[in-house]
């Protein structure tokens, strides 16, 4: 619990906007509670309440919530590696838990100690529901807190994020996949409809490590 309290802290404005937004394109605070607890996937829903319509195009929207979280893949595929103590469904069961926040402070932990089923359930349990009841509380109180751009809540998101990646921080190699990462998600953005940034991105980072890490075998042999 410790250890996720800031996350917890900077997932909270984030949840209150995205309740807030919600609002704003007509769900109501029961739906939006729904909608946390169902997805429990921040950036998926923030691309949800972007073109969501009515009525709503669940084809659309899944595609679109499915190239956002496809980076999933790889990293319950990374984590799956370090939960050893954890039998078939309950590995099956923590990796529907993930978020990055977790994903990363469970990795940080994997490094240190070995990855425990209480452990994770302490830092998976009260983020999801800050999550979720932060999601119920914007969309109550959405219409006292006014336009979320205008208070500049809506930069909380990506400010977590740049703190996430700062802790990976292993020097110039990481720089060159954050990089390669950011322009490839640019530029895909700028050119390409819809968020194919996303997997852009992250295909681009990952094209980067395996090449840094290739450069890195050659120097040591």
Known sequence: MRAISPLIAAVIPIGLVFGAVAVTK???????????????????????????????????????????????????????????????????????????????????????????????????????????????????????????????LDFAFPAVFIVLVMGFWKGPETGAVLIASGAAAVATQHFVPGVWYVAAGAVAGLLAAVASGSRRVEVTQ
């Open 26 to 152: 007509g769900l109501s605070p029961v739906e939006t509670a729904l909608m946390s607890a169902l997805v429990f996937a921040g950036g998926s829903q923030f691309v949800a309440m972007d073109i969501w319509t009515h009525p709503a195009s669940w084809t659309s929207v899944g595609f679109a919530a499915l190239l956002v979280n496809i980076r999933h893949v790889l990293m319950s595929a990374s984590l799956g590696t370090k939960m050893q103590a954890f039998g078939g469904r309950r590995r099956y069961f923590a990796c529907l838990f993930l978020a990055d926040e977790i994903w990363a402070m469970a990795e940080f932990r994997a490094g240190l100690a070995r990855l425990t089923p209480a452990w994770f359930a302490g830092l998976a349990a009260p983020f999801y529901l800050a999550w979720v009841l932060s999601g119920l509380a914007g969309a109550t109180l959405g219409a006292f807190l006014g336009d979320p751009v205008a208070l500049g």
